[in-house]
């Protein structure tokens, strides 16, 4: 893996999650989570993408990578002075690299609890961490 990858990653986590790292239900799980789900679409390539990168900035996949999301411009912006961009890359690393567990039970999608999106089927749900759940939809 590269560096541009293992950025790409923190930033998603970064943008997807950030906001559940100082919650006493998600914290450093959370992260973990969201970078559970990027690494298990690796597993899935023709349906989200042949690398990490792809992955992260598929059109409609991560919000915070859409034009006109408020967090683009914070994840864009973000560098290594921001302690928890810090511990997203830390958990991108590890990851990435296999050295951390997936928590997720193999998901490959999440939503937050405060919406419903058409896909969310309580058949699928493998967990919740903090605000979200996770979902495994697909058949790896």
Known sequence: ??????????RTIYGEARGEYGRK???L??????????INRMKDKRRYGETLIRICQKPYQFS????GDPNRS??????QNDEVFKRCVEVSENLIYGRWPDLTGGSDHYH?????????NKKHLRIKIGRHLFYRLGGF
């Not at 915070?64 to 034009?67: M, V």
């Open 1 to 10: 893996m590269t560096f541009h990858e293992v950025d790409i990653v923190a």
């Open 112 to 120: 937050a609890d405060y919406v419903m999106p058409p896909w969310a």
């Open 74 to 79: 914070l994840i864009e912006s973000v560098n």
């Open 64 to 67: 915070c990578w859409l034009k």
């Open 25 to 27: 239900d998600g914290g």
């Open 29 to 38: 799980a959370a992260l973990v989570a969201v970078g559970n789900v990027i």
